[in-house]
């Protein structure tokens, strides 16, 4: 069955470095999420993107953040500068469509930030 | 609260019992789709209910759906020990763009 696949699975920054997080969705799916989870609390939306575009993006997801998906492939998470208060569990999640169609979460990726 | 608010946040019962988990949400839905998370890893989706559906089932689980009353509910009949996971309900709502909210979750301990 096909999966989202996310790397890497762990990712250790100092405070300020900019890091690049990827995933692969499910080839055929439209649609593609960034969520993020800090420990022991809430999945917080960040951004949804479809046709080679932001759809909508939380107040999170600031000028540190950016979406691309440079290959129709990989759709990477990049943090320009890193915060201590990034730290969390990254999620993407990819859809083939919108209101009847479930979404495909990746495994995470942890960021931990020093 | 903030949208798509699950009561109670722990949940604690004895194998073969019955689990409830209720959420509530603020704003005009599309649907509302019920996610499990064993601790650490990813989310697995389990059931989505359509705004103009009222209920849904999926082998032990039962979702409702009361858009008039704003909230949700999910039954797990039967638990087991496998049950026991972090339960949230997410809701989407297309606000120009779109986006999904998630709950802040049910946590649930099985004991065999």
């Known amino acids: 069955e096909p999966e989202v696949t996310q790397t890497p699975s762990h990712q250790v920054t100092q405070m300020g470095q900019e890091v690049i997080l990827r995933c692969v969705p499910i080839s055929n799916h439209l649609y593609f999420y960034w969520y993020r989870q800090i420990l022991g609390q809430k999945v917080e939306f960040l951004v949804s993107f479809y046709n080679n575009e932001i759809s909508e993006k939380s107040e999170i997801f600031d000028d540190q953040f950016s979406v691309e998906r440079p290959d129709g492939s990989n759709f990477t998470l990049k943090i320009r500068s890193t915060k201590l208060e990034d730290s969390a569990m990254y999620f993407c999640?990819?859809?083939?469509?919108?209101?009847?169609?479930?979404?495909?979460f990746g495994p995470g990726t942890r960021l931990t930030v020093l | 609260s903030q949208q798509g608010e699950e009561d109670p946040q722990a949940l604690s019962i004895q194998e073969g019992e019955n689990a409830t988990m209720n959420c509530s949400y603020k704003?005009?839905?599309?649907?509302l789709q019920w996610y499990r998370q064993n601790s650490g890893r990813g989310l697995v989706h389990l059931i989505l209910?359509?705004?103009?559906?009222r209920e849904k089932h999926s082998g032990r689980l039962r979702v409702t759906l009361d858009t008039s009353k704003k909230s949700s509910s999910l039954l797990i009949t039967a638990s087991r020990a496998a049950d026991t996971a972090s339960y949230f309900c997410?809701?989407?709502?297309?606000?120009?763009?779109?986006?999904?909210?998630f709950g802040a979750g049910t946590r649930l301990f099985v004991k065999a």
């Open positions: 999640a990819s859809r083939p469509g919108l209101d009847t169609d479930t979404q495909y």
């Open positions: 704003t005009s839905i599309n649907n």
């Open positions: 209910i359509r705004s103009n559906e």
């Open positions: 997410a809701t989407d709502a297309h606000t120009g763009g779109f986006k999904t909210i």
